[in-house]
């Protein structure tokens, strides 16, 4: 009889601690993002070319044709903070010589799920839509480099609250042009 009130206890201890320890829905773990970024290219939005495999297809237009990479690579890391946000870094290395001078700057546009919404941390479940949150920025150095890091990023709020954060877009701009999105490379 012990062992049944121990179990139910422990049952009844882990579930609680459960309840507390994430929303509905949500991954135990999922605290780090970690994304290539790559030159940016228009949309094909009227193909007149068509590939080896006989796909539709549109001739090639950089997003921003002053500004891309030359032959480096980039990479944006976002890990949880818990109750005080995320930290973020990007780094871009072996940009084209064009961009130096130029300052880059990210943005994404998130979706957080949380259940404290309403009144209390215990509310009601609800989603809510930040497009073009500003992530940070950097200036492109004569070797090519532009990179930033922001030890604590806790805009807007929600994203330090309990929930699920999904990173819909990433962006990098100069200027209003997009020159780098979030990707990767299929073959080189």
Request: hydrophobic letters at 40%; a positive charge.
């Amino acid at each position: 009889m012990h062992r049944i009130i121990l179990a139910v206890v422990i049952v009844g201890v882990f579930s609680a601690h459960m309840a507390l320890a994430a929303p509905p829905n949500e991954p135990k773990i999922a605290k780090t993002a970690k994304v290539s970024v790559v030159t940016a290219y228009e949309p094909c939005t009227s193909p007149t070319l068509t590939t080896s495999t006989g796909d539709a297809a549109c001739p090639a237009v950089r997003s921003d044709p002053g500004c891309g990479f030359g032959t480096g690579h980039g990479l944006m890391y976002v890990r949880t903070k818990g109750a005080t946000g995320w930290a973020v870094k990007i780094v871009l290395l072996g940009l084209e010589s064009a961009c130096e001078g130029q300052t880059i700057q990210f943005f994404a546009s998130l979706r957080s799920t949380s259940d404290e919404c309403g009144t209390g941390p215990l509310g009601p479940s609800c989603t809510v839509d930040f497009p073009n949150v500003l992530l940070g920025q950097c200036t492109v150095t004569h070797t090519g480099f532009c990179g930033l890091s922001t030890p604590v990023f806790a805009t807007p709020a929600l994203l330090t609250k309990l929930g699920g954060v999904e990173i819909t877009d990433l962006v990098g701009k100069r200027g209003s042009l997009t020159s780098f999105r979030y990707g990767i490379v299929t073959a080189f």
